[in-house]
């Protein structure tokens, strides 16, 4: 069985090292004084923009024979939709893994929409469907549901989704949705209905998951958590006579010596201010209702005085979201270390993984030359990705 392998596409900007936070590639920086833009106008604006650097990055990521990226979707992020219609006219065989909280689309708009991205893509669109972590940011798109009500929202837009793309009169009276005899027409019926990643840590979310996903997808954790939660999603969807696939999504600090790896994490520790300090205790404190983040906060030492205080085990470091925000947890090693690591999480059961470093553009070609090509897999082998028919 092959491993899929995807980047993340950064659509929010990002700092040109781990090092340090400038120079800052982007224009989504929160602090707009601080950035300086490099190139030949004495720091000015120079009239590139962001969008062709993440361009940029996607061409890379498929140079390096990632299979595919993954559009993340906060609100300090660009739109995925947008931006997958507009990688898919400058890539050949790259896919668009587009993260979207079902909430905030009607299911039949969005079948739509789907199919029409895979007639324009030759079928190259799938998901990371999300629910939403609660607190503040869920305020921030209008939506004050609870975190089980998203997730039977969740659940009942997939319904949806499903059902219309079937091309014949669907109906459905669900909590949150009703649908009369609404169907996708010929020939959107005909495309290929995306691939489901599938996001959240918490009972209901592997509930849902169980019931759509055709990937559990999770954050990186102590291998023996994951472990058990991939067991408990697994068991969830044999229940329902289902099969699911498990995928990780994690950040990467790889280098030709450890030595070198940890240096740059020293560095980027060392240069943080006291502001991504506070936020790293504010995270720890955070609002919302994930228990995906608040697993990842519990796998956090609350004293920190040195980089090497925040490794938790062999090459993993729990620092990442002091760097560059987000979850906490990733793989700092040589080479051959961190493609042992993944290894490992192929062992215990991982099929998928979504990878992200900084600066995505060069890392994208390190990680696809260096790192991948010394993954066994479970067959020892890694396939390169399979040719798809290209109408972009
Ligand atoms: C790999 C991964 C990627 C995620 N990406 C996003 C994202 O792009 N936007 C977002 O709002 N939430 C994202 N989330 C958080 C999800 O919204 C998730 O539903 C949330 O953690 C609450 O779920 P839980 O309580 O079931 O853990 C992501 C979560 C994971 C595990």
Wanted: with cysteine; proline share 5%; glycine share 10%.
């Amino acid at each position: 069985m092959s491993i899929d392998f995807f980047w993340r596409i950064p659509t929010h900007g990002e700092p040109g090292s781990h090092r340090s936070r400038l120079p800052y590639r982007g224009d989504w920086y929160q602090g707009q004084d601080h950035i300086r833009h490099p190139g030949l106008g004495g720091g000015g604006q120079d009239g590139f923009s962001y969008i062709d650097y993440i361009a940029e990055v996607a061409h890379a990521a498929e140079i390096s024979g990632f299979h595919g990226g993954l559009l993340p979707s906060f609100p300090m992020t660009d739109e995925p939709w947008a931006i997958s219609s507009f990688l898919a006219r400058e890539t050949r065989r790259f896919r668009f893994m587009i993260a979207f909280q079902p909430g905030f689309l009607n299911p039949v708009t969005a079948a739509r929409m789907t199919a029409s991205l895979q007639r324009a893509t030759g079928g190259r669109a799938l998901f990371n469907i999300i629910t939403g972590g609660g607190g503040p940011a869920q305020l921030w798109w209008g939506d004050s549901f609870s975190h089980d009500d998203r997730y039977t929202r969740t659940t009942e837009f997939l319904d949806i989704l499903r059902g219309v793309w079937q091309g014949k009169p669907f109906s459905y009276q669900g909590r949150f949705y009703q649908v009369e005899e609404a169907s996708l027409p010929f020939p959107l019926n005909h495309e290929t209905f995306p691939e489901i990643y599938f996001s959240g840590s918490s009972d209901a979310a592997l509930v849902s998951a169980s019931r759509h996903a055709d990937y559990y997808l999770s954050w990186l954790e102590p291998l023996a958590q994951l472990r058990e939660k991939f067991d408990r999603v697994k068991a969830k969807t044999d229940q329902l006579g289902r099969k699911i696939k498990c995928a990780v999504r994690v950040d990467i600090v790889a280098r030709a010596t450890e030595e070198e790896a940890w240096r740059e994490v020293r560095r980027g520790f060392e240069n943080l201010d006291p502001v991504q300090l506070e936020r790293y205790r504010q995270q720890l404190a955070r609002q919302g209702d994930s228990v995906g983040a608040s697993r990842q906060s519990g796998f956090r030492p609350s004293q920190v005085n040195s980089y090497k205080d925040l490794i938790i085990e062999p090459n993993i470091w729990s620092g990442f979201n002091l760097l560059r925000g987000g979850q906490g947890q990733g793989i700092v090693g040589s080479y051959e270390q961190v493609a042992r690591r993944l290894d490992d999480l192929i062992a215990l059961g991982a099929d998928a993984f979504i990878l992200a470093s900084t600066p995505h553009l060069e890392e994208a070609y390190r990680v696809g030359e260096e790192v991948l090509p010394l993954v066994r897999g479970r067959a020892s082998v890694v396939t390169a990705p399979e040719s798809l028919s290209l109408s972009a």
